[in-house]
């Protein structure tokens, strides 16, 4: 099993920055893909940023030159820099991790969610 916990989020003005952080500890193997997601009331969740165990990284369009995914492969630690925030940016953000076992078995695991709040 693998945990994650998530922090970094809050309230921040338009145009503002966070930084939201999610460290994933338990029985770790390997982690592949490691990714956030966000979900709005009333909306269904959505890919944000992800970035592969090699470093590549893939975001939505929404949030390109703006957010920045990283990720310490030592501490199993994934970060997402959100910059020049904007009040659609609110939601709750998720972060998500693919793990592989020593045999092989691959698993999504979520974490329980931190609130970002943009608002003026």
């Known amino acids: 099993q693998v945990q994650l916990v998530e922090s970094g989020g809050g309230l921040v003005q338009p145009g503002g920055s966070l930084r939201l952080s999610c460290a994933a500890s338990?029985?770790?193997?390997?982690?592949?893909?490691m990714a956030w997601y966000r979900q709005a009331p009333g909306n269904e969740r959505e890919l944000v940023a992800r970035?592969?165990?090699?470093?590549?990284?893939d975001y939505a369009n929404s949030v390109k030159g703006r957010f920045t995914i990283s990720r310490d492969n030592a501490t199993n630690t994934v970060y997402l820099q959100m910059n020049s925030l904007k009040p659609e940016t609110t939601a709750d953000y998720y972060c998500?991790?693919?793990?592989?076992?020593?045999?092989?078995?691959?698993?999504?695991?979520w974490g329980q969610g931190t609130k970002v709040t943009v608002y003026s």
């Open positions: 998500y991790v693919n793990h592989c076992t020593r045999d092989g078995e691959e698993g999504d695991y």
């Open positions: 338990g029985s770790i193997f390997r982690i592949n893909v």
């Open positions: 970035i592969s165990s090699g470093g590549l990284t």
